[in-house]
């Protein structure tokens, strides 16, 4: 597939890069699932109706009124210096100790991957992700035009021996492997936690390779069970980059995230800031800084884990009831997400448009790989519908896996959808 | 000078991008120069104490109340279809027309240009500029690598003759020329304005040539004689992408800006969005929409073309009344800035510690450049401080430069700070 349509006139113009910027059929099939009828597994969108909606209401109000000069101006590169105290607080749950200087205030985590990605990577630099991955990390990843290479998962996440054989092998092809990325608590689209010893063997092959090594944890703090995981970087500051978010424990239509990193790398990924957006939002910062000031945020965030617990709750237990012998499923223990395997023969992407038409919709297994891989999985979804829309979500999703294994004893499993080129990259609000 | 400090263990692991992202000198400098007894003509921050505060509380607090789920959520990554529209009532004040599927809404203007860089260029593309130009489009330009070619500007912008020459050179070295970056109106640094002829002169060479105009317009509707002037992308809707935003007309630290692309362009760039930050802020894009649909926004922008001007007017007095002879500097008919050369023999980048140490502070003209031109000249900003510490600021300036003029005819023009690599960035409040 090319980088752009015949007709449009710029097409021998733009970048390298921009030929994997092309967008995939199943966005189609996205925005017929956004109807109500539907009851979308897909999204990755967080429960925000569980906010204070009246004070962020008074918060925003008497900022602009008290401070507006500042809340309306430019700020600085590197993010509100109160905001990244506050941070240090909410870093302290997963076992982080830092210094404020250390911290680069971003709009989302997206944008400090990005960030990441545009100060270590050339192209053709190897990037070691897990098998499956992050839709909007891949993304990056393939702008930047990096070699993406998976590394396979067991139920503790990524397997350090694999991970090991990867960078062996890159090198080997004379390749230079700039970056592991791992997301260790409450994995997307996985729905697995790497253990204490998990995290030091990882931790201890990235040290020994020289190999950075870039923690996504947005959903750190949203576990069910048990203190939130110490994170990576609370055992390593100089080998470690950590990307934490506001989006899961506030709110993600702010736009608050941040990368935590070495002095050298810090000292880049700002001067890169500046470049990418000139600095963050004032009113967006503000509005968080002062929410952690003035508001239990701990114990918000304990509402929102009670809240997905419930509803994680729901999708296992009609997991359990439903579903046709064969599927498997991730057991989260935190987080937004199960990782489901179908029965031997099914095909993800070629179900889904037969799940929309019966009122159900997940991502296919495809869009979390840039190398094909997937068709036997799907992501679900638990963090938005109410725990009786889950219910029935996973009762429908069951009636269509059946009829499935019904057409595949009776036709075999030859029935799928035209390919495109790999990048099945859905819109932001089911990433 | 390289890429880190030596100390930095992960100087060789960075993207040769990165090389480029080091920190000027001047940035100490400026950090001396916010402290309260300076006069700062150097900032480019906007004079958003002229806003109607209780207004925007009101609509920031309403807006979370009745819309919060929404506003609080992730978005869609081309941007609010509602916003988008009214950004079409907005652009009509410059002669523009389009539908809204054309607008991607970006994290300020300074995303968009570098989305539109992102989509265009490999390294070694040749992206034209002013001589001088915005820093903050040079630093973009410099990230992507590409080999950026100063075109000289007379006092209506942009020469139309050295831009060809420019394209006829560039080629017959065998470079790709990939965009013409231009700012029309109210030119930042330069402080000029290129007329309608000009205007389609420099069209024209763009459509023969075939090569993208990027045209910067966040100053258009800030114009202190007769209606804004109209935009080179009223006039083709294919051969120009047009970046416009809300930081002038209504606060910088909502961070909204937004572009106009023709369709094959505007598809890459919405994908590049997701890329870069998923979607733009939906409470900053929210309290946009709502103010403009709410309030007399055309009325805020009056207010603010009259206080700019009377700063102007403050600045421009100032400087006929007390500059020794030999200095010259434009008149600007909008905007915040205007551009200084020194009289003969004097260095703006060697003299700022002085001007500093006098109390007024301004940007040196070499940031404005990637060749190291620049030091005849300095950039004054009259957006920020009010008539009478305008009217102080110019004072102390004329008697630093008088006290150089002398110290140079008794000792010659020797006593030059050392040079850096010749990207004097500032930090983004002296954008």
């Known amino acids: 597939m090319s980088g752009g349509s015949r007709l449009d006139p710029w097409v021998d113009s733009y970048a390298a890069r921009a030929r994997g910027m092309t967008a995939s059929e199943i966005r189609a099939l996205f925005a017929v699932a956004s109807r109500p009828e539907v009851v979308s597994l897909a999204g990755g969108m967080p429960y925000v109706q569980a906010l204070p909606l009246d004070i962020l209401a008074e918060t925003a109000s008497r900022l602009i009124r008290e401070r507006g000069t500042q809340v309306l101006q ?16 909410v870093m302290s749950e997963v076992g982080i100790t830092a210094h404020p200087d250390d911290i680069v205030v971003t709009t989302g ?18 990037v070691l992700v897990e098998a499956p ?9 393939r702008s930047y035009e990096c070699d993406i290479v998976h590394v396979a998962m ?25 970056m592991i990325y791992t997301i260790p608590s409450f994995h997307n689209p996985a729905g697995v936690t790497q253990g204490p010893q998990r995290r030091q063997d990882i931790l201890a092959i990235a ?68 470049s990418a957006v000139l600095c963050p939002s004032n009113y967006a910062q503000f509005t968080v800084s002062d929410y952690l000031a003035t508001q239990p945020w701990r114990e918000q965030v304990k509402v929102f884990r009670e809240l997905y617990r419930e509803r994680r709750d729901a999708m296992l237990e009609t997991l359990d009831q439903l579903m046709p012998a064969g599927t498997t499923w991730t057991h989260p223990q935190g987080g937004f997400y199960s990782w489901l395997t179908l029965p031997e023969g099914l095909d993800s992407k070629a179900m889904l448009p037969r799940a929309i038409a019966a009122l159900v919709a997940y991502v296919p297994g495809t869009g979390f790989y840039v190398d094909g891989q997937g068709r036997a999985h799907l992501r679900l979804s638990y963090c938005y519908p109410d725990p009786d ?43």
């Open 133 to 141: 991955s992050y839709v909007g990390a891949l993304g990056v990843f």
């Open 389 to 431: 829309r889950i219910r029935e979500g996973v009762r429908r999703l069951a009636g269509v896996i059946e009829s499935e294994l019904e057409l595949a004893q009776t036709f075999g499993t030859g029935h799928v959808l035209r390919d495109g080129d790999g990048s099945d990259n859905p819109a932001p609000n089911v990433l």
């Open 154 to 178: 067991d139920a503790e996440g990524l397997v350090p021996s694999a991970l090991d054989a990867a960078i062996i092998a890159a090198r080997a092809d004379g390749k230079r492997v700039k």
């Open 109 to 126: 985590s997206q944008m400090a991957l990005d960030l990441v990605t545009r100060v270590f990577c050339d192209p053709g630099d190897v």
């Open 207 to 274: 040290q020994r390779e020289g190999v950075l090594l870039l923690e996504d944890d947005p959903y750190g703090l949203l576990g069910f069970e048990g203190p939130p995981p110490r994170a990576i970087r609370a055992d390593d500051d100089q080998q470690v980059v950590y990307l934490g978010s506001f989006s899961k424990t506030i709110a993600s239509g702010l736009r608050v995230g941040w990368a935590v990193a070495p002095h050298g790398v810090r000292e880049k990924l700002v001067l890169a800031a500046e």
């Open 74 to 89: 430019y700020g600085s590169g590197q993010g509100d210096v109160t905001l990244r105290e506050q941070i240090l607080d």
